[in-house]
């Protein structure tokens, strides 16, 4: 016959194997939107360049060097952000897994407590209090002597249920186990933050080249054939100088901000770890009360 031991382990793995699946489904719901994500930024990016060639009177096929390395530049830094991000996102995970592990122990700890309190009621003792007490009782009840009635109300009074140790230690692994939980979704609530924050940094990588500015054709006919003129024989030059050189500026601003976002995040995560360690703490020292640990 299966014990109670074999029973709690075999619970606690089944819990396991979902909290893995479910840390497992979160992180690829991360890498998935911020991949999809990715490739859009990619793609507006390039097609901005694309309609400032073609503006410009060339081929695309003319300035794939330049084009590549403006992109590869924008790739890095998508990189070096989410990379950061993704960090930060495991260092939450870990957080919940540790919190689980707590779970667990308080989960086990109930069991254990309950399956005492169950043997215990059945115990030589628990029948000697039972008795103790009906005996101070039914004084109580029959005596017509103040003294004897006092004394043994005192008693009453005082006899102490050997239960209660059982109930508050029960009650005290409940409320850790839910405290914990309380945390957990928070956590959990911080990993939903963390994709869109991480689209938020890519929105703030790509703020020079959302699809918005890609070249249009402004002004009157006039105008409009003069620049197409003008374009024919400088727009190579003027490509190069209009559009790459002002995106190069652009990324040295791009590397520095990306900078200081990836030491945001940084600070973040530290901070947010030191907030779960202090809710734990809080939560370890209210059972130690509770259970006069």
């Not at 410009?56 to 990379?83: M, P, T, V």
């Not at 993704?86 to 309950?114: D, G, H, P, R, T």
């Not at 409940?174 to 991480?198: Q, V």
């Not at 024989?233 to 990836?262: H, Y």
């Amino acid at each position: 016959m299966e014990n109670v031991g074999t029973r709690l382990m075999t619970q606690i793995r089944d819990l396991s194997e979902l909290e893995v699946q479910k840390l497992e489904i979160q992180i690829a719901k991360f890498n998935k939107e911020i991949s999809e994500y990715y490739e859009t930024k990619i793609s507006t990016i390039e097609e901005n360049i694309d309609s400032q060639i073609r503006y410009y009177g060339n081929n695309i096929s003319d300035h794939k060097e330049e084009k590549d390395r403006i992109l590869n530049k924008y790739k890095a830094e998508f990189q070096k952000n989410y990379d950061t991000r993704k960090e930060q996102f495991f260092n939450i995970q870990v957080e919940i897994q540790e919190l689980q592990a707590n779970q667990k122990i308080a989960f086990a700890n109930f069991k254990k407590v309950a399956e005492d309190r169950k043997s215990f009621l059945e115990s030589s003792k628990y029948a000697e209090y039972i008795s103790k007490k009906q005996e101070f009782q039914k004084v109580v009840n029959s005596t017509v002597n103040r003294e004897e009635f006092e004394k043994y109300s005192e008693l009453l009074e005082n006899l102490k249920d050997p239960l209660d140790t059982y109930t508050s230690k029960l009650e005290a692994l409940i409320n850790k186990y839910a405290g914990y939980d309380e945390i957990i979704l928070e956590c959990e609530a911080k990993l939903t933050d963390c994709i869109l924050a991480t689209k938020k940094d890519f929105d703030e990588i790509t703020r020079y080249r959302n699809s918005d500015v890609a070249v249009i054709e402004g002004g009157n006919f006039i105008t409009n054939l003069i620049n197409k003129i003008l374009n024919k024989f400088a727009g190579k030059s003027k490509f190069e100088k209009d559009v790459i050189q002002k995106m190069e500026s652009e990324l040295v601003e791009v590397e520095k901000n990306n900078l200081a976002i990836s030491d945001s995040i940084n600070e973040q995560t530290i901070y947010l770890v030191a907030k779960i360690e202090e809710l734990r703490d809080v939560i370890n020292s209210e059972f130690n009360l509770a259970t006069n640990e």
